[in-house]
């Protein structure tokens, strides 16, 4: 049995074929710079962002995992093998590391962090009158699935008044949830700091433009963390500057990295950072990997499937 690597580049194999010589000590490691004797004996592969047809030259293929939550680095590959199924990496780490990150940037934007630097920027002292407090601050979740939904509750039992919406009502404990189209503008109307965390499906591209960003309270402030085809970068900025938001934490963009041209770093209301939000270890990565060839090899239901009918 064997799996193939695209992900972290060859500097990271010795790395990879270490932790699964923990978690999975039969399994025959190679990295995508290597040379293959016989591509009849690759069972799996775990990549990101796969040279086209890559995958395609292994032809007992089982399954394809990605070396993140997205899948759209994968299907972007005209010549994928359609029948060999997808599953996502979403790890009880990444669920931890992106509720952390999106309650990090909420708290951010409560204590109004980014005027405070840009304040420091020019040597400025400038003390708010009334400073803010979680329970002023109404949190919303746009997409509750594990990870979405797992961000909404630490919001919750923080202090932050909890929201969530998604395709279909969601019951999270302590968390008030919104469902369908229907919904989304009562959602919105009540969001004064807005997560964006939906998968990135063609329904799901651009809605974070003026629509979407008009319906929020003036002075709102938006967290994506998401997928970058969510943004639609002009009306974003149009936004900040008319002041219907006061604030952005970035951290997915639809061209990465970021281009130094892009008027997003330089704005005073926008924070970004590198798509680092939800980054588990390899060794959590190399654990969930093993599991999901463990489970494949004995016939058992694979977790977190891409589904072509749903997009993700």
Excluded at 216 to 223: Q, V
Excluded at 227 to 235: A, F
Aim: charged fraction near 20%; hydrophobic fraction near 45%.
């Amino acid at each position: 049995m064997q799996l193939v690597i695209k992900s972290g580049g060859a500097q990271a194999l010795p790395e990879w074929s270490e932790h699964f010589r923990e978690f999975a000590p039969g399994l025959q490691i190679s990295g995508r710079h290597e040379p293959v004797a016989d591509p009849g004996q690759v069972g799996y592969a775990l990549v990101w962002e796969p040279d086209p047809g890559w995958l395609a030259s292994f032809p007992n293929l089982k399954l394809i995992i990605s070396s993140g939550a997205g899948v759209d680095h994968i299907l972007a590959d005209p010549q994928l093998p359609a029948h060999v199924p997808i599953a996502r990496l979403v790890t009880q780490e990444t669920a931890g590391e992106m509720s952390e990150f999106v309650l990090a940037a909420a708290l951010a934007i409560t204590k109004e962090f980014k005027r405070f630097a840009n304040d420091q920027a020019i040597c400025r002292w400038d003390t708010p009158e009334v400073p803010r407090m979680m329970r002023d601050m109404r949190v919303g979740v746009m997409g509750l699935g594990y990870l979405g939904s797992a961000t909404a509750a630490l919001l919750a039992r923080t202090g932050f008044p909890t929201a969530g919406w998604s395709r279909a009502p969601a019951p999270i404990a302590g968390v008030d949830t919104y469902g369908g189209p229907q919904q989304l503008p009562a959602f919105l109307a009540r969001t004064d700091i807005l997560v964006c965390l939906l998968p990135g499906t063609e329904a799901t591209r651009g809605i974070l433009g003026a629509e979407t960003l008009a319906q929020l309270p003036r002075g709102a402030a938006l967290i994506s963390v998401g997928r970058g085809s969510h943004m639609v970068e002009p009306d974003l900025l149009a936004a900040l500057d008319s002041g219907q938001l006061s604030q952005a934490v970035l951290d997915v963009f639809e061209a990465e990295p970021l281009p130094a041209d892009s008027p997003l770093w330089r704005h005073p209301g926008v924070m970004i950072t590198p798509h680092c939000a939800a980054t588990p270890t390899r060794r959590e990565r190399a654990r969930y990997v093993a599991e999901l060839i463990r489970r494949c090899e004995a016939g058992e239901p694979l977790p977190n499937l891409y589904d072509p009918a749903k997009g993700y």
